[in-house]
């Protein structure tokens, strides 16, 4: 009788967490990205006129979404040894590019990949900024200006601008 109890309690759990969408987050795995196309303008007087750092961080591991999201913890001295630290949790793509450039990130960034987070971190003159942009399905810009910077997704039943040529990006932090 007490099996046949514990074997109820474990039905109704997975269905309730079923129901929640929380069953499928314990035992799928991250989901499947959409994020569209990504485009980075950088005006001529971005960054204090000087190049711009750019690493898009996917994040494979729900502690480590959580612990990148506080902005006290600052990607740029702290990314390669959490890199070092998780190996396959975290995939790091850097980017640098200069002033007065418009280009995309390159669509294999995304395609096919799986992932909880996807982070952009951008490191100016003035300070780290960072953003999240895994729920962009139609794509985003990314402006970068003296001023700092403006992340926005694009706007649903807008046409995308005219893709510029992808960024040429390493793998690592």
């Avoid at 959490?82 to 980017?95: D, E, K, T």
């Avoid at 002033?99 to 096919?112: K, N, Q, R, W």
């Avoid at 794509?139 to 046409?159: D, F, M, N």
Wanted: aromatic share 8%.
């Amino acid at each position: 009788m007490k099996r046949l109890q514990s074997h109820f309690y474990a039905v109704g759990l997975a269905l309730a967490l079923s129901g929640c969408g929380l069953y499928g987050q314990l035992f799928s795995g991250p989901p499947k990205l959409d994020v569209g196309d990504v485009r980075i303008v950088a005006e001529p007087d971005a960054n204090r006129n000087s190049p711009v750092v750019l690493d898009v961080v996917l994040v494979a591991d729900s502690a480590l979404e959580q612990r990148l999201m506080g902005p006290e913890n600052k990607w740029f001295p702290n990314g390669p040894a959490l890199v070092a630290s998780y190996p396959g949790a975290l995939q790091v793509h850097r980017c640098e590019f200069p002033p007065a450039s418009e280009m995309a990130l390159p669509a294999e960034f995304f395609d096919g990949q799986n992932a909880w987070a996807v982070f952009v971190f951008a490191g100016l003159a003035d300070g780290e900024r960072r953003a999240r942009i895994e729920g962009w399905k139609q794509g985003g810009l990314i402006t970068i200006s003296s001023q700092g910077w403006r992340v926005a997704p694009q706007e649903k039943g807008q046409a995308p601008p005219k893709s510029p040529s992808a960024m040429h990006c390493s793998n690592a932090a």
